[in-house]
């Protein structure tokens, strides 16, 4: 192989020859101007592994308006100084080209992790996500391609829904965690991104409203989804919950229902007492059912439970006059009447299934019953000397 000093001059003259031909470069040992029969210029650089002994070559580029004499060579000191340093860019480069894309860690994800181990409604969730955040952004790239920047600039993209872009962040952190243990990457470029300050809902039902609902729910037609929300709002439990639920959940003599773990949110089983209403509720939906089911709230099949109380729901409210009221404000509604009327938060925490105390502590400015009488407590102190001062 022909060696020179290589110069843009020489670059540029080298003509066309009768056979691909490198011309090595005298003043950087390995660097080379690679030029093909059609008149193509490309910059290479060939190297030996220094643990294998195996001889190397890499394509730095196209000789062009892209790519200089100056900034190949460069490339080349940079690439050359990594060899030295016991790394194989060519072999780096052909795991790049081979390592799995995002997609691939997302399918995996959903295989391995979320479908064994999270509930249905969660699974559903992280699916919609995927194909309607992340896999339109990031399917094609390589896992370890996507760089905090990426995740950070999606995060800002949906700073209009915030909870959402908390949640596709959340997940897009999980991801990359198990990407990190399943030997994909060596971090986690989803670590550090700052989520956006989430507004909690305080929306649940005053007396009368409460009144309205219930008048709807026994007006309405549906009695199987009528008697999940009246069951929901007796008990406080997730709608999941209540949709999921078997009749061998429940202990009717001793007033007890007993939610499996992989029904529940924190995947442990969880006693929960009924009420008297709720029993009464529970005896009299099993004497009026018209065939056997496993399910307190059989679907269209007898075999599956009922699943979308979506357009069941928005009829209800309607009816009702509730306006911006979610299902799941119910569980609120349980829980807020619970507070004011003098239940701690503890108890009213262990009803609801909250492990984590300042969960159910969003609650606690309706129980300040005790803390009003406390201060009235010093008021009329305050009150009776001033009295004494006047008299």
């Known amino acids: ?72 060579r460069d490339m080349a000191r940079a690439l050359l100084a990594d060899v030295v340093r016991g790394e194989d860019p060519v072999a780096h480069s052909q795991a790049l080209r081979q390592s799995p894309t995002v997609a691939d860690l997302a399918e995996q994800y959903m295989t391995e992790h979320a479908v064994p181990k999270k509930r249905p409604s969660s699974v559903r969730n992280d699916r919609s996500m995927l194909d309607n955040c992340i896999l339109p952004k990031f399917g094609r790239l390589r896992a370890v391609e996507v760089t905090h920047t990426d995740i950070q600039k999606l995060h800002n993209k949906m700073r209009e829904t915030p909870y959402q872009a908390n949640r596709t962040l959340a997940l897009l952190s999980k991801m990359f965690e198990l990407s990190i243990r399943w030997g994909m990457r060596s971090d986690n470029p989803a670590r550090g991104v700052e989520k956006y300050t989430e507004e909690k809902r305080d929306r649940w039902l005053s007396d009368e409203e409460l009144g309205r609902l219930l008048s709807a729910l026994s007006k309405h037609p549906n009695r199987v989804a009528a008697n999940a929300v009246r069951l929901q709002l007796l008990t406080g439990a997730r709608i999941g919950e209540v949709l999921t639920a078997q009749w061998t959940d429940f202990d009717l003599d001793r007033g007890v229902w007993t939610k499996p773990s992989h029904h529940t949110k924190q995947k442990r089983r969880e006693h929960l007492p009924l009420s008297n209403a709720a029993c009464t509720l529970l005896l009299n939906m099993k004497a009026d059912r018209s065939e056997v089911t496993q399910w307190l709230f059989p679907g269209q099949s007898p075999d599956q439970p009922y699943r979308d109380l979506k357009a069941f729901w928005r009829s209800v409210t309607k009816s009702a006059g509730l306006e911006n009221y979610r299902i799941h404000d119910n569980r609120h509604t349980h829980a807020s009447h619970l507070v004011s009327s003098g239940l701690s938060l503890p108890i009213v925490g262990r009803l609801l299934g909250h492990t984590n105390p300042s969960t159910t502590q969003r609650y606690a400015h309706l129980a300040d019953h005790p803390l009003r009488e406390a201060a009235e407590v010093m008021a009329e102190k305050v009150r009776q000397n001033d009295k004494l001062a006047q008299d």
């Open 1 to 72: 192989m022909p060696v020179k000093r290589l110069t843009k001059t020489i670059v540029d003259r080298t003509p066309t020859p009768n056979r691909d031909t490198i011309f090595w470069d005298e003043g950087l040992p390995g660097f080379g101007l690679r030029v093909k029969t059609t008149g193509v210029k490309s910059f290479v650089v060939q190297y030996r592994n220094r643990n294998t002994g195996r001889s190397k070559r890499k394509t730095l580029g196209r000789y062009g308006p892209t790519l200089s004499l100056h900034e190949a």
